[in-house]
């Protein structure tokens, strides 16, 4: 049975910075591309940064030169370096496995994990 489990996200001061883990287990890691998402109550799953089989990694604007997704194989863990965060960096973020669509968007396709709260604030 595959599983995520997501870790690292705490309360942080804005500028301040975490680093977030995802754990897969149950799945060929190495051989997945993978994502973070994250999500503020009430609204849509945000994709923030995807890292390809091959190590090519792709972010949104929002997060572009703050965040560095990485990812270990041989521990088949995900990472994600936050920095210079700030108060809208809040939300629950996840971690999934991701395919790329022909118009270079991406869909998850496992089970979400529990996510990891990420609170930005003074």
């Known amino acids: 049975q595959v599983q995520l489990v997501e870790s690292g996200g705490g309360l942080v001061q804005p500028g301040g910075s975490l680093r977030l883990s995802c754990a897969a287990s149950?799945?060929?890691?190495?051989?997945?591309?993978m994502a973070w998402y994250r999500q503020v109550l009430g609204n849509q799953r945000e994709l923030v940064a995807t890292i390809t089989a091959g190590g090519t990694t792709i972010y949104a604007d929002s997060v572009k030169g703050r965040f560095t997704i990485s990812r270990d194989n041989a521990k088949s863990t995900l990472y994600l370096q936050m920095n210079s965060l700030k108060p809208e960096d809040t939300a629950v973020y996840y971690c999934?496995?991701?395919?790329?669509?022909?118009?270079?968007?991406?869909?998850?396709?496992?089970?979400w994990g529990q996510g990891t709260q990420v609170t930005v604030s003074s």
């Open positions: 999934n496995a991701v395919k790329p669509r022909f118009d270079a968007t991406y869909y998850p396709i496992l089970s």
């Open positions: 149950g799945m060929i890691f190495s051989g997945n591309w």
